[in-house]
């Protein structure tokens, strides 16, 4: 396993594994790595010859007053498990040379980068966008793994490889789950006991919104009315949205089709948790 650090030498090695008609998986990840990452990780594993995990806390894509400086960091244990997990790269670029002085170009995807979590994270996507079209054209991956935990961004992320004709195979992957429903998700560390407990609300309203769409309920809005009513009654939850979409291009359906997305975001306490379900999963 090598760490490397520059982009220099990531194109290098990249391009020396092209010569050698290696395929390369990469997993583009913020670090504080779980076992929702170790899942994109395996399967990554089992596709491609060569195994390439990026760790990089991307400044642009969190917006003024995030938690970009508290966001967890622990290299090390990065490390072991990327390890254990039979990565062969590790790609960890500083700041300056991932954006050098004088950086001015960014990639947008318009329209799907405004719903959902677009809305309230202004810029967000815009962030995500650049930075992985930068990861993409650095390493030249034949695949690409993403977690369906971060819907929008998968969704995202497709349509910019095929917009753009980036010849990337996107890989999105089902979301991991603690054993009491709760999706991992680095910032999970952010909450305490109660808020933990509280987190709870996003998995339980989607399961609401299973039962009764199993049920036979149909309309968005009924489904969405009672996923709120059960935000309501959580104290520490303040919802952002629920969303009942189309999971192509996010836009809000009226009544439940076989291809579904329920999404939704809450915060607890200071902490944002997103968490969804796609139809056809059930
Ligand atoms: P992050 O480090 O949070 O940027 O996540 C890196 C990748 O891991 C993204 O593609 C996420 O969607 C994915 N991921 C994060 N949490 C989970 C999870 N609980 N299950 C599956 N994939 C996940």
Redesign the pocket.
């Known amino acids: 396993m090598r760490i490397l650090k520059a982009v220099k030498e990531m194109q290098l090695y990249a391009r020396k594994l092209k010569h050698e008609a290696k395929s390369i998986a990469l997993?583009?990840?913020?670090?504080?790595?779980?076992?929702?990452?170790l899942?994109?990780l395996r399967k990554a594993r089992i596709d491609g010859d060569v195994l390439i995990i990026s760790i990089y806390v991307n400044p642009t894509q969190f917006g003024p007053g995030e938690d970009y400086r508290r966001y967890p960091r622990d290299f090390d244990r990065d490390i072991k498990l990327a390890t254990k997990a039979g990565v062969d790269i590790i790609f960890a670029p500083e700041d300056g040379e991932v954006y050098p002085d004088g950086f001015k170009t960014s990639v947008r995807v318009a329209e799907l980068e405004e719903r959902l979590c677009g809305a309230s994270r202004r810029g967000h996507f815009q962030g995500v966008c650049t930075v992985v079209a930068k990861l993409f054209n650095i390493i030249r991956p034949d695949y690409a793994?993403?977690?369906?935990?971060?819907a929008q961004?998968?969704q995202i992320i497709k349509k910019m490889v095929a917009d753009l004709n980036m010849g990337v195979g996107i890989v999105v992957?089902?979301?991991?789950?603690d054993k009491d429903g709760l999706?991992?998700?680095?910032?999970n560390s952010y909450l305490n006991p109660t808020e933990r407990q509280a987190g709870l609300v996003l998995y339980k309203s989607l399961q609401l919104a299973r039962e009764l769409i199993c049920a036979g309920e149909r309309q968005a809005e009924t489904i969405k009315q009672q996923m709120q009513d059960l935000i309501r009654v959580e104290e520490l939850a303040q919802l952002e949205y629920v969303s009942v979409c189309e999971p192509d291009n996010m836009t809000e359906l009226a009544a439940i089709q076989p291809d579904t997305l329920i999404a939704l975001a809450v915060r607890i306490g200071k902490t944002r948790l997103i968490d969804n379900l796609l139809l056809g999963e059930l």
């Open positions: 997993v583009p990840t913020m670090g504080a790595l779980h076992e929702g990452h899942s994109l793994y993403f977690g369906q935990k971060d961004q998968a992957l089902p979301t991991v789950r999706a991992l998700s680095s910032r």
